[in-house]
């Protein structure tokens, strides 16, 4: 009776293991190619390109767990490795920053640093909606910090009076006698500048420049009245970051 006992046991039990191994067998099954592949090869958040099926779920907004593939992949690794700072040593990037209600009139910060060593090329700002009710409709771009601390430093009174992308440049005014440089709105730390006059031999001086000081500073704004009410819009820096 005891070994009938024992017997029927260790069916049961072996009848148990044989179920659980049928049910891992499935799950696993189901999570192929793409979320078993993701997990075998990327435990670690270290994603490699080694399924196309993974990088379409992972890499491209599709989804790993339902097999929802996302847009097709067509690169190599090599071309992949343009986008690793740390491979290329220096990468040209492009940071936007939305202004998603009116400014306050004061110097306000974005909440974003500048990478530690970066250099600004460019600075530009799209108004998607204009500013009507300020008594002064034009706006500073800049920078908060230790090192080149100037808060029209990138841009200086751009006018977001209409909509559309804005550029800080100099402006070159035709006189009777010859054509000079008569405003600025690109800042000190992209440009240097001198107004000129309507003469032959005082045509001005304008410049632009990449900015190297401002590498972990904070971008800020400041709108040029603080009654502004409509103004909504986007900053785009462009600069160059450079690997540590």
Do not use: H
């Amino acid at each position: 009776m005891k070994r009938n006992s024992f017997l029927l046991n260790g069916i049961r039990a072996l009848s148990v293991l044989l179920v659980l191994a049928l049910v891992g067998n499935l799950f696993f099954w189901k999570m192929e190619p793409a979320e078993a592949a993701w997990r075998e090869n990327a435990p670690f958040g270290n994603i490699e390109v080694f399924n196309t099926a993974v990088l379409k779920a992972i890499v491209l907004g599709g989804d790993p767990y339902n097999g929802t593939d996302g847009t097709a992949l067509n690169v190599t690794g090599t071309e992949l490795n343009t986008l690793d700072l740390s491979a290329m040593g220096a990468l040209v990037k492009m940071k936007t920053i939305a202004i998603s209600s009116a400014p306050t009139g004061s110097e306000q910060d974005t909440l974003w640093d500048l990478p530690a060593k970066a250099f600004v090329i460019d600075v530009f700002i799209d108004v998607t909606t204009a500013e009507a009710t300020g008594a002064t409709k034009t706006i500073d771009i800049g920078t908060n910090g230790s090192g080149s601390n100037d808060p029209d430093g990138f841009a200086d009174a751009i006018d977001v009076s209409s909509t559309g992308l804005k550029v800080a440049r100099g402006t070159v005014t035709a006189g009777s006698s010859t054509k000079y440089f008569s405003a600025n709105t690109r800042g000190e730390l992209l440009s240097d500048y001198q107004a000129g006059t309507d003469a032959d031999t005082d045509e001005g001086l304008y410049r632009e420049k990449i900015d190297v000081t401002s590498g972990a500073e904070s971008v800020t704004f400041t709108a040029g009245s603080a009654d502004w009410v409509e103004f909504r819009g986007s900053i785009y820096i462009l600069y160059i970051e450079l690997s540590s």
